[in-house]
C-alpha cells in the first residue's frame, strides 16, 4: 500500500487527464481525479473531493493537489469533515497542480510516507523558480561535443562503468540511446530506481533523485547523461545508472 492522491480541479477533464500522466510514472499509486461540479460542469464539488479520499486512503495516507483558489478552498472543506482519526494523514500540498501531482506520485511509489510525499509535492515547483535560486541543469551537449560511453576523455567520467574513488564517490557518462531522450518517464524511472540508495547522486548538474529536476534537464537522444555519486552505495546507483540508461529506459 501507498500513499493515495486527489487532483482537485475545477475541470473534469483536466483531473483525469492530470491523473493519466501521473499514473504513467506511477502504476501502483491509487490516484483520484476530482474534478468540475457533481454535474461535470466548471467548479468544484466537496463530494467528489471526499469520495476521492475514501478511494485512495488505504491507511498510509492522501495527499491533495488543487489548482485555483476555490478549489483550495472546496479541498478545505473536505479536511474538516474528516473523522479526527483520520485527519492527520490527509494533507493539501501547496504546489504546481501538474508538476506537483507527478512529483507526489513518483515520490509514493517508493513508498514515502504523506509527510514525505506532500514535501516532494510541495519541492516540484522550485524546480521552475525563475530567480535561478534552484539549481540549473547543466546540459549533457550533442552526440558531436559531449563524451560518449565509448570514448571517455580526461575531462569526464569514463562511461566503462563506475569508478570507486576515496570517500565512497563513483562517476560515469553515457550517451541516450533511447528514441525520446530522457523524458518524463525514464526521469521518473530513474528517481525511483536511486530514491532507496544510501547515496547522493548528481546528473547533469541536478537532483538525481528529483523527478522534475530531472526533467529541467531536457536532454535529447545522442546528448550525454553523466553521473557523480557519493555516499556507501555511490557505485551501485551509478552502476543502476548506466545500466538504464544503455538499456535504453526500456524503450528500445
Known sequence: M???LVVVSHSRKLAEGICELAAQMAADVSIAAAGGT???GIGTSLEKIMAGIAATDSGEGTVLLTDLGS?????ES???FLDPEQQPRVRMADAPLVEGTVAA???AQTGRNVAEVTAAAESAGASYAPDGDAAGPVSG???DSAPSDSAPSDSAPSADGPEP???DTASGAWTLVNPMGLHARPAAAVAQLLADLDAEITINGVDGKSVMMLMTLGLRPGETLSATATGPDAARAVELLGEQVRNGFGEI
Open 2 to 4: 501507498s500513499v493515495g
Open 38 to 40: 457533481d454535474d461535470d
Open 71 to 75: 478549489a483550495v478552498m472546496t479541498a
Open 78 to 80: 473536505a479536511l474538516e
Open 105 to 107: 506520485a513518483v515520490a
Open 141 to 143: 551537449g550533442t552526440a
Open 165 to 167: 574513488a576515496a570517500g
